[in-house]
């Protein structure tokens, strides 16, 4: 995998780099049971602190990668947050509840599909303490 997956300018580009580099070296096995778990296409809109938005996609349906830019299909949910919220969550100084009832983290599309998202933040974690 090349650093195509890191942004210049967004801090939790190194933790979608860690996701991507996670399920790439997994067995087949491992990317089965994660596709099993999660079993949708989850797409991340990030805004850093100059204003500037990127999207990554995971896609745990069909294909276990991640790439950089939007769902292709449509992603189930999106998640729609800052920079410092997602590596925030990534290293559990936040959670996901909290994070989506103070108006820090918003979703469009299957909601319960973003909770299923901290196995994977978590693999990737240092500690392995994300909570979404």
């Not at 942004?7 to 996701?19: H, N, P, Q, T």
């Not at 491992?30 to 500037?52: H, L, P, R, W, Y």
């Not at 990737?124 to 979404?132: D, I, V």
Request: net charge positive; proline share 2%.
């Amino acid at each position: 995998m090349s650093d195509d997956l890191k942004v210049d300018g967004f801090r939790s580009s190194e933790l979608i780099y860690a996701i991507g580099k996670q399920l790439e070296t997994a067995s087949d096995k491992e990317k089965s049971d994660q596709m099993k778990k999660v079993n949708g296409v989850i797409q991340f809109q990030v805004t850093n602190d100059a204003k500037d938005t990127t999207h990554w996609t995971i896609d745990l349906k069909k294909t276990c990668t991640v790439y950089k830019g939007e769902a292709k299909p449509k992603a189930d949910v999106t998640i729609i947050l800052s920079d410092d919220t997602l590596v925030d969550l990534a290293a559990g100084k936040i959670n996901g509840q909290k994070a989506f009832m103070t108006g820090k983290l918003k979703t469009k599309g299957n909601m319960m599909l973003a909770t299923k998202l901290d196995s994977v933040l978590k693999a990737a974690a240092p500690g392995g303490k994300a909570k979404l």
